[in-house]
């Protein structure tokens, strides 16, 4: 009897004791979906403390140091795999996000499966398994594993961002636009589905609605450095580049190193004409993006003006070398040359940017990061890192059939790699198989369709004759980016070669006004002034045709088209004298 009564006693401290260790851990779990690890650590620490067994925390606090960015504080958690069998999914899918984030991604993909056994798994889990498998070249498993998330929850947040910026990578702006508002619908507050659809919106071309949503990002949270970014790059398209630099110095630093933000900077620079800094930021960006040819011939033009001649020459002369190099490139290692006073070694090099470009296919050229992942890689070439720079260099030797086999090998390692498929297509385009090689880049934009991917697609159909399709998916891949100046520039250029000159003027004069006035490119300048002078507008037909005379005295399109203008114009002297000239320039 009296240990009856004892126990009775007893009991209501042990209830209070079990409510409070269940009141913490609720708390902990409460700060995690808000995003507060901290918080969260200190709650499930005092509810471990109050009696809560480890294996009912261990996912929980591991997901609470992963919040914290203290990987190795989430490890001791997660890595022994010590969960209750309630938390064993969670547990699970914690240690996958920490070996995703530490760059484990063969451990992260185990953890993923040992989570998802007997069970179909969360949308929040496949999420996080398609962004593995994007991450590791599996493309096209990443687009199932988001339709996967959404078959789970088609209303969680994380899902359809996810699978909106899938469809923006594989069928544009416009269409990635409605998963974001799908999303936005369930989750109004969500700052990362926000800035997803700010930065969608703007490239667009939607600018003020661009400025709300960033507007509202800032409401949520006064200091988010991706709101600043993003209304940095609207004040720079508008041309407001104090502002946009203002702007860009409210990041915190927090964008320093991602490529857009580093053009941005660079861009900025270069306008205030700081050009030590424009090549200190620009030189990071070409070496962390070596196929980034923006960021190349910005690069070369802020050295160019930054008095560093010589290394321009140093690492643009390879580039020269080359049959396929632009009209810029030539001229920018020309300038360098004349500016050191070799006059004798700048003149080939102007006088092959005034020729016709050549339309032979050329492979890209290796570049010191090619090489340097040859050999990093040498031991094991079937490497991923190291599959452009190869068959770069195979290409270039002409080695098409070994190409072939290595890329054939490259498909069968990492199956449902877009990056290979196109790879396989440019080794067969490179063969004059352009029905495979039409084949391969398709599977390819089913999850990643960039301009140049199109490109590469459009040159295949003509390879085929079938111009009209080729500019019918130039025409379908400008819809869904309305405000990119290379992809209205190669059409309008396209349907002039066609004919289709009324189609041909609107679009080469957007691509004129997204390339800043169409800096000094005569070809575009020319091209505008036959169309003008085709539907009768002489004046602007002859400020166009000088304008590309201006820009390359040299340039034998420019110097035609000038004269075909002048002699409309009933200036025949003049119009006689330019034709004169063309007979000493190259093709003359």
């Excluded at 040819?293 to 930054?306: D, H, I, K, V, Y």
Aim: proline share 4%; net charge negative; glycine share 10%.
């Amino acid at each position: 009897m009296l240990a009856a009564l004892a126990l009775i006693a007893l009991t209501p401290p042990l209830l209070a004791a079990q409510e409070g260790a269940s009141a913490m851990l609720e708390q902990g779990r409460e700060a995690l979906r808000r995003g507060d690890g901290l918080a969260a650590e200190v709650a499930l620490r005092r509810a471990r403390e109050a009696g809560i067994e480890q294996g009912e925390i261990s996912a929980l606090m591991g997901e609470a140091y992963l919040q914290q960015g203290d990987y190795a504080d989430a490890r001791r958690w997660l890595a022994e795999g010590y969960f209750a069998p309630d938390q064993r999914v969670h547990g699970f899918h914690m240690l996958a996000r920490l070996e995703m984030a530490e760059g484990n991604l063969d451990a992260a993909a185990s953890a993923f499966a040992r989570a998802l056994e007997g069970n179909p798994g969360t949308a929040e889990i496949w999420v996080d398994l398609g962004r593995l498998r994007y991450r590791a070249g599996q493309h096209h498993q990443a687009l199932t594993a988001a339709e996967e998330a959404l078959r789970r929850n088609g209303e969680d947040p994380r899902a359809l961002e996810f699978r909106g910026q899938i469809a923006r990578d594989a069928d544009g702006l416009l269409a990635a636009l409605p998963w974001f508002e799908k999303g936005l619908k369930s989750a109004p507050d969500d700052l990362s589905l926000l800035g997803e659809y700010a930065a969608t919106l703007g490239e667009a071309g939607r600018a003020k609605d661009m400025l709300r949503i960033t507007r509202r990002m800032i409401e949520l949270d006064p200091e988010n450095p991706r709101a600043f970014y993003l209304q940095a790059v609207l004040a720079a398209r508008a041309g407001d580049y104090m502002l946009a630099r203002r702007l860009l110095a409210r990041t915190q630093d927090r964008f320093d190193e991602v490529p857009a933000a580093m053009m941005l900077e660079g861009v900025l620079e270069m306008r205030a004409e700081n050009w030590a800094l424009a090549v200190d930021v620009l030189d990071r960006l070409a070496r962390s993006q070596p196929d980034n040819q923006r960021a190349a011939l910005l690069l070369g033009r802020a050295m160019l003006e930054n008095g560093d001649a010589s290394e321009v020459i140093a690492r643009y002369g390879p580039s020269v070398a080359r049959g396929d190099a632009s009209p810029y490139v030539l001229m920018l290692v020309a300038r360098a040359h004349e500016v050191l006073g070799n006059r004798a070694a700048a003149a080939p090099l102007l006088d092959r940017a005034a020729s016709p470009p050549s339309a032979s296919i050329v492979p890209l050229a290796l570049g010191e990061a090619g090489e340097l992942a040859l050999f990093r890689w040498g031991g094991d070439l079937d490497r991923l890192d190291g599959a452009v720079p190869r068959v770069r260099q195979l290409l270039a030797a002409g080695n098409v059939a070994e190409a072939q086999a290595y890329v054939t090998r490259l498909g069968a390692r990492f199956a449902g790699s877009a990056d290979i498929e196109v790879l396989s297509g440019d080794v067969a385009l490179a063969g004059r198989d352009a029905a495979r090689a039409l084949m391969l880049y398709s599977n390819a934009a089913q999850v990643r369709r960039s301009l140049s991917l199109t490109q590469r697609m459009v040159a295949a159909l003509r390879m085929q004759g079938r111009d009209a399709e080729g500019r019918a998916l130039l025409a379908a891949y400008l819809v869904q980016h309305p405000q990119d100046g290379d992809a209205a520039l190669a059409l309008g250029y396209m349907q002039a070669d066609a004919g289709e000159w009324n189609r041909a003027e609107p679009l080469l004069r957007f691509a004129r006004e997204q390339r800043d006035g169409g800096g000094r490119d005569p070809v575009l300048f020319a091209t505008l002034a036959d169309a003008a002078l085709r539907r009768g507008g002489a004046g602007e037909a002859l400020a166009d045709a000088e304008t590309g005379f201006a820009a390359q005295r040299t340039n034998r399109r420019a110097t035609l088209t000038l004269a075909r203008v002048l002699e409309n114009a009933g200036r025949k002297d003049a119009a006689t004298a330019l034709l004169e000239k063309t007979r000493k320039l190259p093709g003359g």
